[in-house]
């Protein structure tokens, strides 16, 4: 079996909160299932949801895009400044 996502690396505890329907939280539990089947590793749907937002817009070249003039139109920090200087 191949997911998109690979297998989670160490990391500290996330706690998250959001509202989802019904379809999706089944759908969620159903992930959450099929990568433990996968990878041998129960991992919670809260613990793979950042994981699975992250390999979402990575793979979204208009959201690279449009993040990276976003990033050039917003002011630099002092300490943003100070390590081009």
């Known amino acids: 079996m191949t997911l998109k996502l690979d297998r ?6 996330v ?17 959450a299932e099929i990568y433990q089947r996968t990878y041998g ?3 919670s749907v809260a613990e793979l949801i ?16 449009a993040r990276k003039q976003l990033a050039e139109t ?7 400044q100070s390590k081009e200087t």
Not at 8 to 13: F, I, V, Y
């Open 41 to 43: 590793q129960k991992e």
């Open 8 to 13: 989670l690396p160490d990391r500290e505890a």
């Open 15 to 31: 706690k998250i909160t959001f509202t989802a329907d019904a379809d999706l939280k089944a759908a969620l539990n159903d992930y």
């Open 74 to 80: 917003r002011p630099q920090s002092p300490s943003q």
């Open 50 to 65: 950042p994981f699975m937002l992250n390999a979402f817009m990575e793979a979204d070249p208009g959201f690279r895009r």
